[in-house]
């Protein structure tokens, strides 16, 4: 057996493994008792299997095996071919994340980031920022030494390195121009599509309730359009929605507000697009590094791909408006495409994230990027922290939160030591923008079919030029051969303005 | 650290590895997708769960640190206490079954018992024997070499080391004795019975149907008044009902037949028995072998007490038989207590194991430990296995199965390699009445109490004498010092004499 050889059999333990976390963590969120003794049996499991997955990716002899697989693949006569070439190159970026810092570190960092997490849950409802704030500290201190020590392997900035971790190749250089485009173009694109909404005919919502098992029939209905196969996934309730599971057995969730099923609708739709792109990475390449989805903004891209470009369109509205009406037995007005498109491309600057639009989205992604590059590199304190958000969302939106829950206390990333994570959402729905814009180019049939509820010649599109590639490119040349240029803001604003201003 | 505190850290991991692949086997029977692709990526997760907690026990320091820590424990100064002394000594116990055979020998077995077993499923419903014969004599000599080099090991002969990995300890010498008195006692008195039955008062069996969600609302009411507590635990549908999950995190399944709610609200409480065993071992020594429960036979023991032995008592069905009736708003004279009582005390040989009642239960074991244990012993080939089933069950049962399906191919076992198993099915029935006329003897208030749907009494003298002692004591010990004699088929014989032929 070559070391190659040695290294695939390695790495596919490793991704087994990690799918049975995947699989428990799952269960953690829809199916385990509520109560704490079942957590903290399950936290013991997790744990278990970290410490046995970073021992195989650490073990004495991987570094050996991969300068021997690397030296092969630099002999001409024993050549990997470009998959297998890809595939060693996914399992050293793996190694060098693994081993670039000590596993005290690790360990530090995780229970840091558990009591900082755990607090935050009350905090957060007290708008509490003192009482969080030396446990996020903590959290903020050791994600920089995570961040020193990985820059070092990876020759890289330490907030680059932190991306890095997310979306494996980003750069300041690559986010910088694009942000910082969006941030100019934002502010008077968002006062003319608020002066056009305010003079076109307001939207009427639709009354509920609306029964959960009817939203989920609904739902199931329109995941099956979009090529969701219930042999190999299901969907079920969680408190926060997520795509989760493995590629061959998808389980996503959402949650059902029986006055509301636009909002959640939508949701199941996005995390379909996550879950499709799970489904459709190459077969032959599961539960290898190659084989494993590109990184969270190739996988935004699908997501927001589907729920953005595609179910957001007039043409997709045009084939669910029916199906909605027979859903929940209704009919009026309310019903009508011209409705649904103007619910759904609603525009209302809001203080949370989670809760935004389309066009407002990015500047809530750009004020994170901002500050956490900044206390990441020493720019800023979080004595800072408060007085910096709230202004840059006075800046960016118009906006002051009347309190730090609405504030900088509403995402659970930086006090669960996500740091770095995201500038992956707004970099996805400018991929998605652009990958959507250069299928369409490509297959002018893919708008009419979805028309019709037929999502095969997007998927078919899809599956060749970004799903079945896996891991195959690094993320700037997926784009580049998927849609002939490099990521480009120009394409997103094209299709905000061509959506809101038209 | 002592070898002892090093072997405690490497156990606990393993053990909380086993806790994951038992959430992944609870899932595969419940929650995961039916597609043979979700099943195929489940295998390679479980594989590699299993590969990895293999080489935790066999890791190539394990057998040093055993020997040294075996060494202290003779060491009167630094000596263990008995917990940890028993703890050690089922590590030893792990240990030499890991390490008795190579791990091509496991794989292959594996690989064996998966062909067989898969075309069992089939071939089971054509009663085609000569097609699944030369994969069963596959697994039979993988499975003889398995017992071959555990037998050595163990220092017993092959078909005991077989029963050892099931029941740790359990030896010819003490099954033979019992089954030949079961064996030479059942024939008579179930004459006795059959003839006592035809003369008295015919059961009425309530007609359906039951709702499934009705029967579920009972059987959840139950659940509780035993003591299952829902905040670490569910009950969920499958098709092979099983007690799984964790002890900090119980998962039990049923199926529900609508037109008998009587077998299935009985299978529930079986497996309720099973699940309190496990939420009652010792906390301080979870995901530690000595805080495990004991072996299948005790495990047995616990499910048939709750069963057989305090949920068909008169006692029980007077607390339950208003829940019943208000549970399916029925009423009449076939949900008086003496008649479910008849129900649940029918007797009726039949061909199908699992569908038997308790006198007739043990012929069917009897005659599997008696034909398993020859083939091991090459006394008997497996073309002579139909014959000779047929004609120990015309002999013990007075029926001829009118073909394989419902004769020698009925149970899974053998197709999947589960040797060794049939006697703790019986053994647990013996020990389960041994075990409840030990408590109400102790306890005078046990059986009034459940008569009153409160079983805090039983559950504290079964925590106190068996539960709470995990695999402190080697099961003939613990036996005898909760009953306070060894294991004696006379208490079995007085129990079903005396609700039998009383």
């Known amino acids: 057996m070559t070391s190659y050889n040695k290294l695939e059999k390695r790495f596919g333990r490793l991704l087994a493994l990690r799918e049975a976390a995947g699989v428990l963590h799952w269960d953690a969120s829809t199916m385990m008792p509520e109560g704490h003794i079942s957590a903290a049996a399950r936290s013991e499991q997790l744990a278990a299997l970290g410490t046995v997955c970073h021992e195989i990716l650490a073990g004495s002899d991987v570094s050996d095996l991969l300068d ?11 050549s990997l071919n470009s998959w297998q070439a890809a595939n060693l190159r996914e399992m050293r970026h793996m190694w060098v994340h693994a081993t670039a810092v000590t596993a005290d570190l690790v360990e530090a960092l995780a229970k840091a980031n558990m009591a900082c997490e755990t607090k935050w849950r009350t905090a957060r409802t007290e708008s509490d ?18 961040a020193t020590a990985k820059s070092e392997a990876l020759e890289c900035v330490p907030y680059e390195a932190l991306m890095d971790e997310h979306t494996p190749g980003l750069r300041q250089d690559l986010v910088d121009p ?3 485009d969006l941030e100019a173009f934002l502010p008077d694109f968002l006062a ?12 009427i919502i639709p009354a509920g309730p609306f029964p959960a098992d009817q939203q989920r029939a609904l739902g199931e209905r329109l995941m099956a359009q979009l ?20 590629p061959d057995d998808l389980r996503i969730t959402t949650r059902y507000d029986e006055a509301d099923f636009a909002t959640g609708l939508m949701g199941i739709l996005h995390e379909t697009g996550h879950a499709l792109y799970e489904k459709n990475l190459p077969e032959d390449w599961r539960r290898q590094p190659v084989g494993e989805a590109r990184g969270m903004d190739v996988h935004e891209s699908q997501s927001l791909l589907i729920e953005m470009q595609a179910c957001r369109s007039k043409e997709f509205l045009t084939y669910a408006a ?34 935004a639009d389309e066009v407002t989205y990015p500047a809530h992604v750009i004020l994170r990027y901002n500050i956490e590059r900044a206390l990441i590199n020493d720019e800023m304190t979080l004595d ?8 840059a969302m006075q800046s960016l939106l118009g906006l002051t939160p009347p309190d730090h829950a609405s504030g900088c206390m509403q995402d659970i990333h930086w006090f669960d ?11 996805g729905a400018m991929t998605g923008a652009q990958i959507f814009a250069a299928a369409r180019q490509a297959d002018t049939n893919i708008l009419p079919a979805i028309s019709k509820g037929d999502f095969a010649p997007l998927y078919a599109w899809l599956g060749e030029h970004i799903h079945g590639l896996g891991s195959l490119y690094e993320t700037p040349e997926l784009i580049e051969r998927a849609t002939g240029k490099p990521l480009d803001a120009e394409i997103f604003k094209r299709h905000l303005q061509s959506r809101y201003l038209a």
């Open 384 to 391: 800072d922290l408060p007085s910096a958000w709230n202004e």
């Open 417 to 427: 030591g996500a740091w770095g994570y995201f500038p992956s959402y707004s970099l």
């Open 68 to 78: 021997e697989a690397e030296g092969l693949n630099d002999l001409g006569s024993k």
């Open 322 to 355: 029916p199906l909605m009406k027979a859903a929940f037995q209704r009919d009026g007005p309310e019903w009508e495409v011209d409705n649904l498109y103007r619910i759904y491309t609603q525009v209302a600057p809001g203080l949370i994230r989670v809760d």
């Open 129 to 146: 920022y003192d009482g969080i704030k030396p446990l996020l500290a903590e959290v903020l201190k050791l994600v920089k030494e995570v």
């Open 227 to 246: 090529g969701f196969d219930f042999s190999q996934g299901r969907l079920d309730i969680s408190l926060h929605p997520f795509s989760g599971g493995t």
């Open 192 to 203: 003319a599509v608020l002066d056009a909404q305010a003079t076109a005919p307001q939207p």
């Open 178 to 180: 694009i942000f910082g």
